[in-house]
């Protein structure tokens, strides 16, 4: 899917009329316009739905290791990203609280890597995700276990 930069720097689907333009989509494009670190990293939001966000993200040069793939820690901030989208797009302000990942493969250089967040467990105000990183079209090459934490009020004053 082509994708085009919004006044926000926002990347998103060139067709965005193929995501439905539910109140989660909506917000989840709000915070990315707000989120600077989501426009450097150059995230795409390719799935906003309920508890379930998928982005996409160019692995650039400026991103890698000393060794010349993906840094781990941009990675886990991909991750991060995903699931915590996922979560405040609830329309309540939540926080990661913890997270885990592992990393099966080396992120390579010029490739699109997709990050697939979903929901899992929901136990009071502590709400878990998976989150699946993979190169586009090919292998997983990192899972993150992340917890946010519910702390109300609304994710984006008015």
């Not at 290791?65 to 939540?94: K, P, Q, V, W, Y």
């Amino acid at each position: 899917m082509t994708t085009t930069t919004t006044p926000g720097n926002c990347s998103r689907p060139q067709d965005a009329a193929a995501l439905e333009p539910t109140p989660e989509y909506r917000l989840i494009l709000q915070m990315a316009d707000r989120n600077p670190v989501f426009q450097h990293l150059g995230l795409e939001v390719v799935i906003a739905q309920p508890g379930h966000t998928r982005f996409a993200m160019p692995m650039r040069q400026e991103l890698t290791n000393t060794f010349g793939t993906g840094h781990g820690g941009i990675l886990f901030t991909l991750a991060d990203m995903a699931f915590g989208f996922a979560c405040n797009s609830s329309g309540e302000r939540a926080m990661t609280a913890s997270a885990a990942i592992d990393y099966l493969a080396p992120a390579p250089v010029g490739k699109r890597l997709i990050a697939d967040a979903r929901e899992v467990e929901r136990q009071g105000r502590n709400v878990f995700y998976d989150v699946v990183i993979s190169v586009d079209g090919g292998d997983t090459i990192a899972i993150v276990r992340g917890r946010m934490k519910v702390l109300g009020g609304p994710v984006i004053a008015d």
